[in-house]
């Protein structure tokens, strides 16, 4: 088992723009309904053409940057979705069905899976490595293991993003996600923020298990959504109560149907100033 | 941070396996065709793998059925590969093995073919109800279905430096010690998306690409599907060549246009020397990216000679491949090893006149030199680059 930290967390859905609303959703059940999706980074005239990958992934990288105040500069990244911009993919798909299959250039160059931390990288000014990865239903917790080793073999910290926009019509019989989300985590090695929100051991296992359940009040719009198995981790991180008790709490996500990613998560004590 | 390479292959334009490119770089016979892929009447050049066509998935597989995954099935059946994979399962442990491919456009081609087949109330039809091929990780599903393999699985998706980033995330891996070994892979195949989407950007050569010449004009797009299995070196005595060392990094600049300095390119390969623990005057050759875009050739010799004594020979091989997008990292890493093997470097086909504005020269004409250790680079849109050692296990 390896240590490490985590040292900010991003969050938007239509149910809670950030980490303050998330743990208010969490710990008193008032979610927002519509809430708008408006990063910004982005500067405002450029916000309307900017693809909604890239915004999702964006507002929760600057998010989890600027709540441990740290220089992106440093800071490596890996995004992961099963299905990357959906809305993008369908867009070509239907153009190029028949002459004169004039493509957008601007959506062309955007449907790259790895637009979401090119744009991160361009916007924050860092030359740090980048990925872009999926394993389809797995992608959350391959993205976890991807992002820990990262931090563990290269001592670095990580921004890890989980992330799946809502299917467009017809992708939904391959990707039934009916809302958009998107998490990140900023990894580090133990000690190196003085504050984080919590810490962490991480270890692979020979081990064929479900996914934890979500919190009730996000089974409905979010159990379809690949992006959202990471959830029951941040919801213990949320949760006032699960602060309180300071045990460990011990989670085990599927990385394939024979492996799992073992995560014994320690809460700080000052995650009440993060409440505020 | 050695890592033992005990098998590759590669399947592009050249043919079917590595005795075809050997053969192709020797007698400067280029795997480049007019565009004659099947619904794209664009005006270009294209890599397209002749055997794809007439080739078809065994039953248990046609659920996975796409383009993208014959070329897959195609390439995992060259040099032997698959029998390698199956030996180290059998040492290893099926669990001890990850899987890390890379792609760029995955299967696609399948999804559009599927939008032109929509029912009529606009949704999938029963034969295209494909979850484990519509998406992105569509060829780390079919190598892990292919091979039995059942430890963790991921697919890269940067654009064109991903198959090049498979061998850095292989190398945490195994140095972190939850698998012993990594397939590692990358396939892109030809479809509308790529063709008329690189066409929109006016990238597209009307001409075979013609890598540093002053008459490039643009790119030639290519398909195929390269695989390379990676070992923890004490697992692995007798293997000939091993990953010494690998380097990623992000331009900042622009999401189509490389940094005009190539900051990012420089970072990657001073990376890659790094973690390899060698002088730059140590590589003895280089496999550019040398895409026969205005912009990349000219921001590449730039970058290069930042780094390297002007005796360093380099050259791109776009100009026999095509641009093979996600797979160019894995097909060009595969090129080095056997340029390595048999002591023949390949020279810069179509590149009759280098372009005067460059700071760095370029190999033109194949080059018969024995060499020891060579460097592979790979730079994607997004500003995405990784740049790789390679080199002898005996050196």
Request: negative net charge.
């Amino acid at each position: 088992m390896t240590d490490l930290d985590i040292a900010g967390i991003g969050i938007w859905s239509p149910f809670f723009p950030d980490w303050p609303a998330f743990c208010d959703g969490i710990n008193s059940g008032n979610w927002h309904e519509n809430a708008p999706l408006q990063p910004g980074l982005i500067p405002s005239r450029e916000r309307r053409r900017a693809p909604q990958s890239v915004k999702m992934a964006v507002e929760v990288l600057d998010q989890a940057c600027n709540m441990a105040s740290m220089d992106p500069a440093g800071i490596a990244t890996v995004f992961s979705s099963a299905m990357g911009d959906m809305q993008i993919t369908d867009y070509l798909c239907k153009i190029l069905v028949e002459p004169p299959r004039l493509v957008s250039p601007t959506r062309f160059h955007n449907s790259v899976h790895n637009a979401t931390t090119g744009y991160w990288s361009i916007t924050r000014h860092t030359h740090a490595p980048t990925s872009a990865i999926s394993a389809m239903g797995y992608s959350a917790s391959m993205a976890m293991l991807e992002a820990a080793v990262q931090v563990a073999e290269e001592d670095t910290p990580v921004l890890m993003v989980s992330q799946e926009m809502a299917a467009p019509e017809v992708l939904r019989i391959i990707c039934p996600s009916d809302y958009p989300i998107s998490l990140a985590l900023l990894l580090t090695r133990p000690g190196l923020f003085p504050h984080p929100l919590a810490s962490f051991q991480f270890g692979v296992q020979r081990k064929s298990i479900d996914w934890p359940g979500l919190h009730p009040d996000l089974e409905e719009p979010f159990n379809g959504n690949f992006g959202s198995r990471l959830l029951p981790l941040v919801t213990a991180i949320a949760s006032v109560s699960s602060a309180q008790t300071n045990a460990p709490n011990r989670f085990e996500f599927p990385l394939s149907k024979s492996a799992c990613l073992n995560i014994s998560l320690k809460i700080r004590e000052n995650i009440e100033v993060h409440h505020e | 941070m050695r890592l033992a390479i005990t098998g590759y292959t590669a399947t592009s334009a050249l043919g079917c396996g590595v005795e075809f490119i050997q053969s192709s770089i020797a007698g400067n016979h280029s795997g480049l065709r007019r565009n004659d892929f099947s619904g794209c009447d664009l005006e270009t050049w294209i890599g397209r793998v002749n055997a794809v066509e007439a080739t078809n998935l065994p039953s248990h597989l046609e659920h996975l059925d796409s383009r993208n995954n014959r070329l897959t099935w195609l390439g995992l059946q060259q040099d032997g590969f698959l029998n390698r994979v199956y030996a180290t399962i059998d040492r290893i442990g099926v669990d001890r093995i990850g899987v890390v491919m890379a792609t760029s456009t995955s299967s696609i081609g399948r999804t559009e073919e599927a939008y032109a087949h929509l029912d009529d109330s606009g949704l999938l039809p029963a034969k295209y109800c494909q979850p484990k091929v519509h998406n992105l990780h569509s060829p780390g599903i079919f190598v892990a279905e292919v091979t039995g393999l059942t430890g963790p699985s991921l697919t890269i998706s940067t654009a064109c430096s991903s198959s090049a980033k498979v061998f850095a995330t292989a190398a945490r891996w195994i140095n972190h010690g939850f698998v012993d070994a990594v397939l590692v892979g990358g396939i892109d195949s030809l479809c509308l998306s790529i063709l008329y989407g690189f066409n929109s950007l006016e990238l597209l050569s009307t001409s075979p690409c013609r890598p540093f010449d002053t008459l490039r004009d643009g790119i030639s797009i290519g398909e195929a599907a390269g695989f390379a299995l990676l070992v923890r070196k004490d697992l692995a005595p007798e293997a000939e060549f091993d990953l010494l060392g690998y380097g990623e990094s992000s331009d900042a600049y622009h999401m189509s246009h490389p940094h005009p300095e190539g900051k990012g390119a420089v970072l990657a390969m001073e990376q890659s020397l790094k973690r390899a623990d060698l002088p730059a005057s140590s590589i003895e050759y280089i496999n550019l990216h040398g895409t026969a875009s205005k912009a990349n050739d000219l921001v590449e010799s730039y970058a290069l000679s930042q780094l390297f004594s002007t005796q360093t020979l380099a050259s791109s091989t776009k100009g026999w491949t095509g641009h093979t997008l996600g797979a160019a990292g894995i097909l060009e890493t595969v090129i080095t090893l056997e340029a390595m093997k048999h002591g023949l470097l390949p020279g810069t086909l179509n590149c009759e006149q280098p372009d005067a504005e460059f700071k760095f020269p370029i190999l033109t004409e194949n080059t018969h030199k024995p060499i020891n250790i060579a460097m592979m680079n790979s730079f994607g849109f997004g500003g995405n680059n990784a740049s790789l050692i390679l080199g002898r296990s005996n050196d």
